[in-house]
């Protein structure tokens, strides 16, 4: 399967010129690369406008998610289509979607784990469910949203149910930016599978993001990473039988012992 990751800049508030970049983005990668599923970054509709999401969020997914679905079954191609913020149910989520090629929406999540240094407790409500492993084009994926990416008990069920590609989508800060780069790179190796990531740059309210949109393998080494500052497609392929060859040569999904786990 052939990825892009979309590592963007974000124009803060304006929902409306965010989908136009990505309309143009996509117009342009499928030209030049003929991708077969495409990542977008965290909130890319609004950034992190936290106290304005009550008038620039998207209502239950509307515009965005019938944007992506339209963009999908136009360029016949599967988007990992990043979050966005999402009015319903009396609050707002940042809402996770992913659309296979024919324009269904195969998957949903709401990010659980609200983050403290970013003071989202006040503006958003976390979601309640994990996130469930889905399918592009008969390859099993999981997918969380940035600040999840520290709470390896999220990810090992998705491993367990058999996803073989983590994607993680950000607006994840510079100042951590090693963090970024070693939980992926350790969430591969623990989990054996691919993780595609991408983060957005830029800054905003005084926070630099860090870039660095990554693929790791699930021997952990780093097959593509982006720049700290420049917007960018980072295009690759993976070859899904290295997930398999990882989990038969060391075999740590055999040698678990469910019982004695806390
Ligand atoms: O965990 C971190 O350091 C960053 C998390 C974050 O910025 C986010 O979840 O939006």
Known sequence: MKFSIYQMDIIPGSPEQNRQRVADWIEQ????????????PEMWTTAYTLPELDVLADV??????????EQAKKHHINIIGGSIANKKDGGIYNTAVVVNRKGEVVSKYDKAHLVPMLNEHKFLTGGQVAPEVFELDGLKFGLIICYDLRFPELIRPLALEG????????????????H?????????????MYVVSSNRIGSYDGTEFAGHSIAV???GDVLAEGS?????????????????????????FDSRVPDIYK
Do not use: C
């Open 29 to 40: 990668d499928v030209k030049n690369n003929q991708p077969d599923t495409v990542v977008l």
């Open 60 to 69: 239950d997914g509307h515009p965005t998610i019938p944007f992506l679905q």
């Open 163 to 178: 996803a073989q590609v983590l994607s993680v989508v950000a607006e994840w800060p510079s100042a951590r930016v090693n």
């Open 180 to 192: 970024w780069r070693t939980l992926q790179i350790a969430r591969a190796i623990e989990n054996q």
């Open 217 to 219: 393998d699930p021997w």
């Open 228 to 252: 700290l500052d420049q917007e960018e497609v980072l295009s690759l392929s993976l070859d899904l039988e290295k997930v398999d060859q990882v989990r038969k040569d060391v075999p740590i």
